[in-house]
DNA sequence: CCGTGCATGTAAGCAGTTACATGATTTC
DNA sequence: GAAATCATGTAACTGCTTACATGCACGG
């Protein structure tokens, strides 16, 4: 994030949470002793530049931190995917409702998937404004989260019908 | 689980890794004090069924357990969802690679999803069969996870060209 | 002068995993 | 008789979050 521009940990926050949030989130108590960490390692460097008397240090990346963010990334090895989703455990569950109830759950993960998927498209002219200046990969990451929201809306879509037919019985 | 025919944690257990596994995951260790915590709360009624030598205690949802059950499902309120992906979180950085490297990164995510997207489908026909008699909702999350990685596979599909094109010239 | 945003950081707690420990049963 | 599977459970650790603590700057 320092070398995509974020100067202080404030920033990062920030440019977290309208960039990978869909996909990976921080918490300030996380950024702000790996910064610490990240310029004992050399691969930041950090300097006071408070604003008027309120403190502040911005960062900008090494070249030995461009050096160990590209090993990263080109290292082999798994990557870890995890999802964690209360709203397809309760959906797996549905059986034990009525079926109202189950509609019920149902219009509520397709009504979350929609509200992020305006969220997602709202910055989606951001993204591709960055992607016309050497910037491509994160539209990409950003088309990967509306790919998939709109998925979970169409399933829901199909099911639906099946649900209605039924408690209409 | 133990709702839908797991008896023990060892069946729960197995049962979580062909049916919620890909958007809920669980090991023993929570498995063990949670059946003995439901118990006590009376949700689960457990008795010793020994095989053998070998302990084994199985256990029956309650009437109060079902109760609970339908109340949890029913309840307001929000629905977390969390995506931790280091797949994507490469990709968001791979403007710093070469388009080679780059190329490799998104090849391995979609690889990935390949891979998945092949589990899941194998657990489909007993998906499908279970949904003839009852549990129709296990075969729609599995229809999610489904769609999901498909949709990330037709991202990379349509990304690849433009990394491709970019590295011949 | 009050609310919002900027800005940094610590402490406590929690949810979950890994690793460990144990041992019986079944299958090859 | 060795290996895989069945089966249960604990202890230590880790990564992350929430809550807290602090205080400046700026617009209305």
Redesign the interface.
């Known amino acids: 994030m320092v070398?995509l521009g974020a100067r202080s940990g404030y920033e990062i926050k920030q440019m977290v949470d309208v960039?990978?949030r869909?996909?990976?989130?921080i918490s300030p108590a996380q950024i702000y002793p790996n910064l610490q960490l990240l310029e004992q390692e050399g691969l930041l460097r950090g300097r006071s530049e408070p604003q008027g008397r309120r403190p502040r240090r911005v960062f900008e990346i090494t070249p030995a931190g461009?050096a160990a963010?590209?090993g990263?990334?080109?290292a082999p090895g798994?990557?870890?995917?995890?999802?964690?989703?209360?709203?397809?455990?309760?959906?797996?569950?549905?059986?034990?409702?009525e079926e109202d109830?189950?509609l019920?759950?149902?219009t509520?993960?397709k009504r979350?998937s929609e509200e992020r998927l305006a969220a997602l498209r709202a910055i989606e002219p951001a993204a591709e404004h960055a992607a016309g200046d050497?910037?491509?990969?994160?539209l990409?990451?950003l088309?990967?989260g509306i790919?998939?929201h709109?998925?979970?809306v169409?399933?829901c879509n199909?099911?639906m019908p099946?649900l209605a037919i039924g408690s209409m019985e």
């Open positions: 070398r960039s990978i869909f996909f990976w989130t461009e963010l590209r990263w990334l080109t798994p990557m870890p995917f995890e999802l964690r989703d209360t709203g397809m455990l309760k959906l797996f569950f549905a059986d034990a409702l109830d189950a019920a759950v149902l509520e993960v979350r050497g910037a491509a990969h994160p990409l990451t088309q990967m790919a998939f709109r998925a979970i169409e399933v199909d099911f099946r």
